[in-house]
């Protein structure tokens, strides 16, 4: 993701990448060269440097000494999802982000992909007004890089890419009130399959499953909306399909033509957050979603563990 990330900053106008982190020294070099940028071991040095923002994009459970560290240093921050692999740290990044006079922004990028702001927007404008969904977000396996596998450094399957539609949901239909998790170790040494009840405070339900060894059988990730006589279908971020009503069309949009950064919405999270920057508007996606999406993460792990109803935020 940095370099996702570091490939769309050297293209916008008015943006200079100061440099970049790795302590892998070699990877540091290769794309401190592509963005004409200087490479470090550590943080330190670089935020000596005060930058105007930084974008954590380490692996899970490191996100934490370096957001605190680049807040603290007066800078904006631009953190990958998750906010942290555990209540504790999500919870001292919150205040830190409060405290600060910065901006800090999580890398939920599905809230900028077109097909899902097309359903919000269906949702919206009450051409669909849900009463129910399912969610699907899998993943073929745990092997590729080899340190998705390892719950020491992602916090556990769910804070890999399944985080990403629990925020979602959460962005198209509030919160969560309560949830029953079940989850079982399918391939792999730790719970990789998971399927759950969400109860929503809006009165909306939904069905939530999560796989980690689909082989990467193709939507691995689609969202169906039902409301009266009205539903809508997305397959990952490629299309969306949609009927409002009985005697209604069933109508598709597709966006499988677009350059991936603008289809899965990176492109417009960076925008969005150097425009809170330069315009000083609040931040698209606060501390408080990664709270809230960390507290959905935990409240299913718990739920899975003891078998009860969670309300998510309430732990």
Known sequence: MGNTHGA????????????VVDKDRQRAQE???????????????????KPDAVWVTTPNTLHTRAVLAALAAGAHVFSEKPMATNLAEAKRIFAAAKKSKRLYQLGFNRR?????VRLRELIAGKLIQPHSLHVKMNRGELLHPSWVGDPKITGGFLYESTIHLLDLVRWLFGDVASLLALAKRGVYEELDDFSVLLKFRSGVQAAFT???HTSWIFPFERLEVFGEH???????????RFTTGLQQKVLMEEFRTLPVPE?????QEDLAFLNAITKKKPSPVTALDGLRATQ????????AKTGKWIAPTKL
């Open 31 to 49: 794309l401190a060269e592509f963005l004409q940028a200087k490479p470090y071991p550590d943080l330190p040095p670089l935020l000596a440097r």
């Open 230 to 240: 009205a539903a809508a279908e997305t397959a990952e971020m490629d299309e969306i």
């Open 296 to 303: 959905l993460v935990q409240a299913i792990y718990r739920s």
């Open 112 to 116: 900028f992909a077109p097909v899902y």
């Open 8 to 19: 769309i900053l050297q293209e916008l106008k008015g943006v200079r990448v100061l440099g």
């Open 210 to 212: 999560s796989c980690a």
């Open 263 to 267: 289809k899965w919405g990176y492109l």
